[in-house]
Nanobody, 122 residues
Framework: QVQLAESGGGLVQAGGSLRLSCAASGRTSPAMGWFRQAPGKEREFLAGIRWSGGDPVYADSVKGRFTISRDNTKNTLYLQMNSLKPEDTAVYYC?????????????????WGQGTQVTVSS
């Protein structure tokens, strides 16, 4: 089973940028992605990608502002977040799944990271 550890969260002003990282160790899964959960809300899929390549998948809420990428040599997943808004404030999680389409539905998740807090001030 893959172990995941996120980093890079913090406090940023609206309009700013952050880059999150997710280091994967152990037996990695084919698909990886990012989710977030704001207080009182359900966990929300943001972006997903396969280690093997292919086009990433994004939720409409972040398309054009967030970019998911991976570094296979470092077993690390990234989420570049630009033009941040106060409504982006949440705990951000990375996740692993055997299939990308399952991951986009928050199904078949084999591992979750511990989460990293992102706070966007207005």
């Amino acid at each position: 089973q893959v172990q995941l550890a996120e980093s890079g969260g913090g406090l940023v002003q609206a309009g700013g940028s952050l880059r999150l990282s997710c280091a994967a160790s152990g037996r990695t899964s084919p698909a990886m992605g990012w989710f977030r959960q704001a207080p009182g809300k359900e966990r929300e899929f943001l972006a997903g990608i396969r280690w093997s390549g292919g086009d990433p998948v994004y939720a409409d809420s972040v398309k054009g502002r967030f970019t998911i990428s991976r570094d296979n040599t470092k077993n690390t997943l990234y989420l570049q977040m630009n033009s941040l808004k106060p409504e982006d404030t949440a705990v951000y999680y990375c996740a692993a799944s055997r299939l990308l389409y399952l991951l986009t539905r928050a199904q078949g998740i084999s591992s979750w990271g511990q989460g990293t807090q992102v706070t966007v001030s207005s």
